[in-house]
């Protein structure tokens, strides 16, 4: 027979799920709208942040809930901290989709300056990890968690030659300044929700193995890269 337990972790794990779906939703549609200048898909992701929160605050109140009653220990106890820390992440990635459309709707206003030649590749690799990080979190995958880690080096440096691009742009066309740093801040809020299902992966992997991957990647046990 199931215990009280096992049934509040499913509707954890059910509830979290939601909210990853919710969040993968919006950081597609913002991608989509500054690539393709869809005020459209930019005005659904800003209005659908309220439903973000309110569930992130469901789900805190469901984990703070379980700690209260049933006292977990050892992998369940893991699990619950795991989802408390990934919920935060999460809600965070939703934040940082609606800025992303905030600056999208702002450039599709205006004339089209492009975006930096490894922008799409960038994107790419985020909705990447945006995808395996819930996939590992579902499946308590770990190996999987862990190349989600590593992919995070790769958006840093597109990131770093983005800004670089841009900045000798900002340079060269004066006329460009406002709309080449509106999309300075979106890239850079892209890079940063990279930052967020890097850490998503690491809490998977804490939860499945028990060890803080962030520390054995500063000492050198594994290798990242």
């Known amino acids: 027979m199931r215990s009280h337990l096992d049934r509040d972790l499913d509707a954890l794990k059910r509830d979290i799920l939601t909210m990853g ?22 005005n659904e ?4 942040d309220d439903a973000i929160d309110m569930k992130e605050l469901e789900v805190e ?3 703070l809930k379980a700690l209260a009653l049933h006292q977990p220990v050892a992998g369940d106890l893991r699990y619950i901290i ?25 450039l599709a206003q205006h004339p089209p300056i492009g ?3 490894r922008f799409e590749e960038m994107a790419g690799i985020v909705r990447t ?9 579902v499946n308590r995958d770990s190996a999987l968690a862990l190349e989600v880690v590593k992919m995070d080096d ?17 340079r060269k066309e004066c006329e460009i300044i406002d709309l080449a740093f509106h999309t300075i801040s979106a890239i850079r809020h892209l890079e940063r929700i990279a930052d967020h299902a890097a850490n998503i992966a690491e809490d998977v992997y ?7 991957i962030r520390h054995m990647i500063e000492t050198g046990e594994l290798e990242d890269n």
């Open 206 to 212: 804490f939860m499945v193995e028990g060890d803080v």
């Open 115 to 117: 975006t930096p030649k």
């Open 82 to 106: 795991a989802i408390l820390k990934v919920n935060n992440d999460l809600e965070r990635m939703g934040d940082l989709a609606g800025h992303i459309a905030k600056r999208a709707v702002y």
């Open 61 to 63: 109140d469901k984990c």
């Open 129 to 137: 990890m945006v995808r395996k990080c819930l996939d590992a979190l």
């Open 21 to 42: 779906a919710m969040v993968e939703d919006a950081t597609l549609k913002s991608i989509d709208s500054l690539l393709n200048r869809r005020e459209d898909l930019g």
């Open 154 to 170: 790769r958006v840093d440096e597109i990131h770093w030659e983005s800004y670089e691009e841009l900045r000798e742009r900002m």
């Open 45 to 48: 992701v800003i209005a659908g």
